[in-house]
């Protein structure tokens, strides 16, 4: 998806609104605002993977299986994700984990038609209760976002990430 | 005496009153037997043939902590090989999956057919000649078998035959994957998660937990997630299959209840269940099923239920998982979950059970994102000085006599113990007794496979 457009140099408007945009993302994410999140920054369209990966010979490509996921999720099922963790039985996040996510290495593509295509690298430092030792989780996201009445919302995100034995306790996370 | 057999006494001893010492849970002592004494001997579910259906289909699994390649050969057989090369023990499968002739070692290049016999090495006239292939090919399990699709292996060359093994278990299991002419296949490649707990509590959990899931799993109704309320899904059958094996019905007491059935897979697939394979018994248990909840000793389980990841749009529909429960180091378990569906489901109706299943019975679920928390700590107080000092041990005694409501059920149709209402905590017992006795176990000699 990433690529088929134009490349918004850094220091471009495209370039800086998308880069301000992930910013503002990754804040609402560390601080547990994710219906906010879900609200203002995600489109009702959108598609949100995690596709499975195996360890497979270079010839064979990375590994991803297709069709198969670690999270597969449309708008309904991130709000049911929101809605869970707003209960006072989501014991899997409260007391909550910290999460820090540290987004890099961002190319953004004009699409045209409103869309904007980001490649990122994602690193998510994960700590729990009196742990010292982080969980991480890295990989890389690709995303497609779309200007709907005039503010950027995610359409498409696919995060490939570089485990494919994952070591977190769940993925009650967003990424 | 050491540690593990005090522990092994106090269980045996303390687990018909329903007391279950923690530190089976936590000690390095009793890991380590367990990799001989239950992984190095007890039928271990490996994959299902769905996932090899072709000449030369593999997938990389594992029995206890070793990778073992289950391959289908060029005549159609499936096998089961030690990955270790014979010549200085090097991983010779270097993917998780794959289609494949030959397995070719990467530090010298002796390179094994799909039957893993030797077929070669480079040079073989200078280096190997004069020396017979035969013998040296990788090594193999003691025996495999497949029951439904579902591939087994064992390490001992006396365990007794897989559906002795699997006793009255395998009725259940006819109950379930039985129930057309089309049987199950897996979607995708199992998905792989590692947390600090230990092994055990997957298998504890599986084989009739039900009473966590009002303080758990209470967010799941409140997203709409599961369509049984809590009070009325504790009705069913908690069922000992035969000694080891249990597992766990959610029925309504009257046949006439409007709630789901089938473990709530779509009206037209069921229409395809029928009494080709199985008894009128079997198939009226599975129709009056809302959960099913299995556990084959010792760590295969498995789950079919209606869920829904997202109760506003999509009503609960059937879905079905099974796992394992891999034992990682005394302190961490890997899990791998695979979904299932029937064959003869339309590809919508597949999607919808996968995606309903992804988003309750995964790592990243509704449901079972809860379940790993608390395992956590039940391996945290397993390696605990104090639990050992204060002679802490752990309750069962749910459903005992005098204990709450659940009682013995006189004219069960099935094989085993059986239990009306799921208040009861006989089938985790019956878990641990099996336990006590495979480790206390002789080499050689086998504990009792039926509870005559």
């Known amino acids: 998806m990433v690529g088929t457009g134009v490349r918004a140099r850094a220091g471009s408007a495209l370039y800086n609104e998308v880069v301000d945009w992930m910013d503002v993302e990754a804040e609402l994410l560390d601080d547990y605002r994710e219906r906010e999140w879900l609200e203002g920054m995600v489109s009702r369209d959108v598609v949100y993977q995690v596709p499975l990966r195996q360890t497979v010979e270079r010839a064979r490509g990375t590994g991803f299986v297709p069709g198969t996921f670690h999270l597969d999720e449309s708008y309904g099922s991130l709000q049911s994700r929101v809605a869970r963790n707003e209960t006072a039985y989501a014991w899997a ?18 699409l045209g038609g409103e869309q904007a295509g980001v490649r ?3 690193l998510i430092y994960r700590t729990r209760q009196e742990q010292t030792q982080p969980q991480l989780l890295s990989g890389e996201r690709r995303d497609v976002l779309r200007r709907e009445d005039g503010v950027l919302r995610l359409l498409r995100r696919e995060v490939l990430l570089d485990l494919t034995v994952i070591g977190t306790h769940n993925l009650s996370i967003f990424f | 005496m050491a540690r593990s057999e005090q522990l092994l006494d106090d269980l045996a001893e303390g687990v018909a009153r329903g007391e279950v010492p923690v530190g089976i849970f936590g000690d390095q002592e009793i890991y380590d037997r367990e990799l001989r004494s239950i992984f190095g001997r007890c039928w271990v579910y490996l994959a299902h043939e769905s996932e090899i259906e072709a000449k030369g289909d593999y997938v990389l699994r594992k029995i206890g902590e070793d990778n073992f390649i289950v391959v289908r050969d060029e005549q159609g057989e499936i096998h089961v090989l030690f990955d270790a090369c014979r010549h200085r023990g090097v991983q010779v499968c270097r993917s998780d999956s794959g289609n494949t002739s030959h397995f070719r070692c990467p530090y010298h290049g002796w390179t094994y057919n799909t039957k893993g016999d030797l077929v070669g090495a480079p040079l073989w006239r200078n280096a190997f000649g004069g020396m017979p292939k035969e013998g040296n090919g990788l090594s193999k399990v003691a025996r495999v078998r497949s029951y439904h699709g579902l591939v087994f292996a064992t390490l001992d060359p006396t365990a007794p035959e897989l559906e002795e093994y699997l006793g009255g278990m395998a009725w259940y299991l006819d109950l379930l994957f039985g129930l057309n002419e089309h049987g199950i296949e897996i979607i995708g490649a199992p998905q792989r998660f590692v947390i600090d707990a230990n092994w055990k509590s997957g298998s504890d959990n599986f084989s009739g937990d039900d009473y966590h899931l009002g303080t758990l799993h209470r967010s799941v109704w409140e997203i709409g997630a599961f369509p049984v309320p809590f009070r009325e899904n504790m009705m069913g059958y908690h069922i000992q299959a035969s000694p080891g094996h249990s597992l766990s019905f959610s029925m309504a007491p009257t046949e006439d209840e409007p709630g789901p059935k089938f473990f709530g897979f779509p009206d037209d697939v069921a229409a395809t269940f029928d009494t080709s394979r199985i008894s009128e018994h079997q198939l009226d248990i599975a129709r009056r099923s809302r959960v099913m909840v299995a556990n084959v000793f010792p760590n295969f389980s498995i789950l079919a239920l209606p869920m829904t990841e997202d109760g506003a749009h999509h009503p609960p529909t059937g879905v079905m998982t ?8 005394v302190g961490q378990v890997e899990i791998w979950n695979w979904f299932c569906v029937y064959k003869n489901m339309t590809p919508e109706q597949k999607d919808r059970a996968y995606r309903a299943g992804l988003g309750t019975f995964s790592m990243g679920g509704a449901f079972e994102m809860d379940d790993t ?8 107080t397993g390696r605990s000085v104090a639990a050992d000092l204060l002679d802490f041990k752990l309750n069962y005694q749910m459903g005992m ?4 409501i659940a009682k013995e059920v006189p004219d069960w149709p099935g094989p085993g ?11 985790q017992r019956n878990l641990y007794r099996f336990y006590a006795d495979m480790m206390r176990a002789e080499p050689g000699s086998w504990p009792k496979l039926t509870f005559e």
Do not use: C
């Open chain 2, 373 to 380: 928390e608390p395992w956590i700590t039940v391996s945290r």
């Open chain 1, 120 to 122: 990122s690298n994602l």
């Open chain 2, 417 to 427: 113990i059986a239990y009306w209402t799921r208040y009861e905590e006989g089938v």
């Open chain 2, 322 to 329: 099974i796992r394992t429960w891999q034992p990682h180091g």
């Open chain 1, 93 to 110: 996040e409260d007391p909550p984990s910290r999460i820090r996510h540290f987004v890099t290495n961002v190319k953004v593509t004009d």
């Open chain 2, 401 to 404: 006599p005098g204990v709450g």
